[in-house]
């Protein structure tokens, strides 16, 4: 085993993360990893079904010889072959994320692909705990062009817990990697979104787009504020509202808030609206707090420095540098202030 990069998947923030940065990695290195109790702290630890297709995949786009690619392993070997960047339909058979199976597999894809490359997921396309369409077709999608690589989604059903059969329709364009740099925020330009519901009355869309025009308007944000209503095809019901706070020169910061069974719309629209006006009242960073760890792969494998200033480090963003460490010989350093928010700069 010691050609193997050995990860222990309890520590950090000890979820999913690690597996789907080690499995980006690898591909893209040629390097084997070993991951040891994969999800230790989780509820139901070990691989579950969402976990599993990330592997799967993975092991499909590389050749990859894997053991322990089961649901509820606590341990996997993954030792990749060659990228061999090609068309994919991934259905993941439960309301598990769409996502971050892109997340997986977008960089590997991207980074060795001689021609655009079409991905079909069927999952969940909007999902607590993790990237919903509405940010990967905003946020994320906007971070990717400016790390120099394109690629296009769209979304004709969303997917909810817990039926899903949401689709998540991804063309990859091939691309090379430039380092990143946005450290000083730019002028906040408008804040818009929709609040959507599938297979539940139109009234809830309205409540929540009304709930989140009114805690905006007596916020006194200086600047127009866009809040439509839609309603979505879907083999499964949901409510959702998305805020996206757009800046003039550098990626949105998108929020996203899902409705659940006997949860109040205005309570959904409430902590979506704190959470976007965190960002927006922070005195330090251009980077959400999310994103801020979803964009460290491509910054570890651009040539040059990047560097980036967050609002908010959070422990995914530790984990994901400490994974990135074990297979990347570059140096990596978080800098925290005392108001939570930080700067993080790979050379």
Not at 205 to 215: N, P, Q, T, V, Y
């Given at each position: ?36 109790r ?5 509820d ?49 058979g439960t ?34 705990a ?41 063309v ?12 000083d925020?730019?002028p ?19 409540r929540?787009s ?17 809040i439509?209503?839609?309603a979505?095809?879907?083999?499964s ?56 760890d ?7 494998f ?22 990135m ?10 800098e ?12």
């Amino acid at each position: 085993m010691c050609d193997l990069v050995d990860l222990d998947g309890s520590l950090g923030e000890g979820g999913g993360q690690i597996l789907r940065t080690a499995l980006a990695a690898s591909m893209l290195l040629g390097r084997g990893f070993k991951l040891r109790r994969i999800r230790a702290g989780r509820d139901k630890p070990g691989l579950r079904p969402q976990h599993l297709t990330c592997v799967k995949a993975s092991a499909e786009l590389c050749e990859a010889e894997v053991k322990g690619d089961y649901v509820g392993s606590s341990e996997i070997v993954f030792r990749p072959g060659a990228v061999r960047p090609r068309d994919m339909t991934i259905d993941i058979g439960t309301a598990g994320s769409t996502a971050l199976v892109l997340h997986t597999l977008f960089l590997p894809i991207a980074l060795r692909a001689d021609r655009p490359v079409s991905l079909k997921l069927v999952g969940g396309t909007f999902n607590d705990a993790a990237p919903s369409y509405p940010f990967i077709e905003t946020t994320w999608l906007s971070y990717m062009n400016k790390f120099g690589l394109k690629a296009t989604v769209s979304s004709p059903r969303v997917g909810f817990y817990p039926r899903g059969g949401g689709e998540l329709n991804v063309v990859i364009e091939p691309g090379a990697l430039v380092p990143l740099t946005l450290v000083d925020r730019p002028p906040i330009v408008r804040v818009r979104g929709f609040a959507g519901i599938a297979g539940l009355v139109d009234s809830i869309a309205e409540r929540m787009s009304r709930r989140a025009l009114k805690r905006l308007e007596q916020r006194g944000l200086s600047v127009p504020v866009e809040i439509e209503t839609v309603a979505w095809r879907s083999n499964s019901k949901g409510a959702a509202i998305a805020l996206e706070v757009e800046l003039e020169s550098a990626p949105s910061a998108t929020f996203v808030g899902l409705g659940a069974p006997g949860k109040p719309a205005e309570s959904i629209v409430d902590h979506t609206v704190d959470e976007l006006l965190e960002y927006v009242d922070a005195p330090i960073g251009v980077v959400d707090p999310h994103s801020a760890d979803q964009i460290l792969a491509p910054a570890a494998f651009a040539e040059g420095t990047s560097e980036y200033a967050s609002t908010r480090v959070t422990e995914h963003l530790r984990t994901n540098a400490d994974t990135m460490r074990a297979f990347v010989d570059r140096t990596i350093t978080i800098e925290e202030n005392d108001d939570g928010s930080g700067r993080v700069v790979v050379s």
